[in-house]
């Protein structure tokens, strides 16, 4: 009920944190349309939390008939789930909203949905999460905070330099990388929204 409301500008951020989930889920990047679509019947089945519907193998084409047939399956994914990718594959998807990697969002001059469609940013440095905090991003994942076997190059921030990061920013951040929901108690610790 609260975008029945009018609040400041600055309560933004408090305002998403209230509103957001202590555990933002990540699919799996699945082999085929088929497993996309049992993976996400499933998760459906098995929770209620909002989930980042990423999927960076498939092309354009099967990610967007992928998300028509799991609407059509199941309508109330519409309030849940979040696409991956730029603003071109919301492509008039009504959905929860966007979750952008970085590298699309280097181009984009204002926030790309509105108010009441999550934004979400996968950033990794302060120089990122102060760009999305300029964009109005309703949230940001920042990673990796521990190895992850998805990306074993990457170093990893740790938990100190995550929580210095947090903390110079206003807007809600989960903890992404290497996260199980065991860590869900030291992310919060840390300053974050939760664990993605």
Same mark, same amino acid.
């Given at each position: 009920?609260?975008?029945?409301?009018?609040? /400041?500008?600055?309560? *933004?951020?408090?305002?998403?944190?209230?509103?957001?989930?202590?555990?933002?889920?990540?699919? =799996?990047? @699945?082999?085929?349309?088929?497993?996309?679509?049992? &993976?996400?019947?499933?998760?459906?089945?098995?929770?209620?939390?909002?989930?980042?519907?990423?999927?960076?193998?498939?092309?354009? #084409?099967?990610?967007?008939?992928?998300?028509?047939?799991?609407?059509?399956?199941?309508?109330?994914?519409?309030?849940?789930?979040?696409?991956?990718?730029?603003?071109?594959? $919301?492509?008039? +998807?009504?959905?929860?909203?966007?979750?952008?990697?970085?590298? @699309?969002?280097?181009?984009?001059? !204002? *926030? =790309?949905? +509105?108010?009441?469609?999550?934004?979400?940013?996968?950033?990794?440095?302060?120089?990122?999460? &102060? *760009?999305?905090?300029?964009?109005?991003?309703?949230?940001?994942?920042?990673? =990796?905070?521990?190895?992850?076997?998805?990306?074993?190059?990457?170093? /990893?921030?740790?938990? #100190?330099?995550?929580?210095?990061?947090?903390?110079?920013?206003?807007? =809600?951040?989960?903890? $992404?990388? !290497?996260?199980?929901?065991?860590?869900? +108690?030291?992310?919060?610790?840390?300053?974050?929204?939760?664990?993605?």
């Amino acid at each position: 009920e609260l975008f029945q409301y009018s609040f /400041p500008e600055a309560n *933004r951020p408090i305002l998403s944190a209230c509103r957001l989930p202590k555990e933002y889920i990540i699919t =799996p990047e @699945y082999l085929n349309v088929e497993q996309a679509l049992k &993976g996400v019947d499933k998760l459906l089945k098995n929770t209620t939390h909002l989930f980042s519907f990423r999927q960076p193998g498939m092309s354009a #084409e099967s990610y967007q008939s992928c998300i028509a047939e799991i609407l059509n399956r199941d309508p109330s994914a519409r309030d849940r789930m979040i696409l991956s990718g730029g603003s071109d594959v $919301l492509n008039n +998807q009504c959905v929860a909203g966007i979750h952008m990697p970085f590298r @699309y969002v280097e181009k984009l001059t !204002g *926030r =790309p949905v +509105q108010d009441s469609k999550w934004f979400g940013i996968s950033c990794h440095n302060s120089y990122e999460i &102060g *760009r999305a905090e300029a964009l109005g991003a309703d949230f940001v994942t920042l990673s =990796p905070v521990l190895p992850t076997v998805t990306h074993p190059e990457a170093s /990893p921030l740790g938990w #100190e330099a995550f929580q210095r990061l947090v903390r110079q920013t206003n807007i =809600p951040v989960y903890a $992404l990388g !290497g996260m199980m929901k065991e860590y869900q +108690q030291v992310a919060l610790s840390a300053g974050a929204q939760g664990v993605a």
